[in-house]
């Protein structure tokens, strides 16, 4: 069996990246994930894009107060190094656009690549999917049934 060289597979999966968020140079605005995670980063710089663009997202929809949870959704968000999604996130519907789910979806991107950079592991188990988003004093919850 043939084995790709590590920086062939980073290449690879950095290219997935871009495909999946779409053009490379508007999502990068759009997503402030400037720098990308790269082969020559170091993990320290890494950890720090992961963070910053993480929050940014949940400072952004902090701003926004839970009064009904009908107007409130949610979507994955980072990789389990296993696969599949890490967590779930609420969101208000008014955040639900292509700009700011680009954001969310750019980020668990540079997640997966930081876990296939750093050969991480997790555990196996499937994230449960929440069901709906409720309230408490002022905060969306998400609900589990």
């Known amino acids: 069996m043939r084995y790709l060289s590590?920086?062939?597979?980073?290449?690879?999966?950095?290219?997935?990246?871009?495909?999946?968020?779409?053009d490379p140079?508007?999502?990068?605005i759009i997503c402030r994930a400037e720098p990308l995670?790269?082969?020559t980063s170091t993990?320290?710089?890494?950890?720090?894009?992961?963070?910053d663009l993480y929050?940014?997202?949940?400072?952004?929809i902090n701003?926004?107060?839970c009064t009904n949870g009908m107007n409130w959704t949610f979507t994955v968000i980072g990789y389990k190094a296993c696969g599949g999604p890490k967590a779930y996130?609420?969101?208000?519907?008014?955040?639900?656009?292509?700009?700011?789910?680009?954001?969310?979806?750019c980020y668990t991107s540079l997640d997966e690549i930081y876990s296939n950079k750093y050969d991480l592991s997790s555990t196996c188990d499937i994230t449960k999917q929440p069901t709906s988003v409720s309230c408490e004093n002022g905060k969306p919850i998400l609900v589990y049934s």
């Open 55 to 60: 929050n940014e997202i949940t400072s952004t």
């Open 6 to 22: 590590p920086t062939y597979y980073f290449t690879f999966v950095l290219l997935t990246f871009i495909v999946a968020c779409g």
């Open 37 to 39: 995670i790269t082969e």
């Open 63 to 65: 701003t926004y107060s």
């Open 89 to 105: 996130i609420a969101l208000p519907k008014e955040l639900k656009n292509e700009s700011f789910l680009t954001k969310i979806a």
């Open 25 to 28: 140079l508007e999502e990068v």
């Open 43 to 51: 993990q320290e710089e890494d950890i720090k894009v992961l963070s």
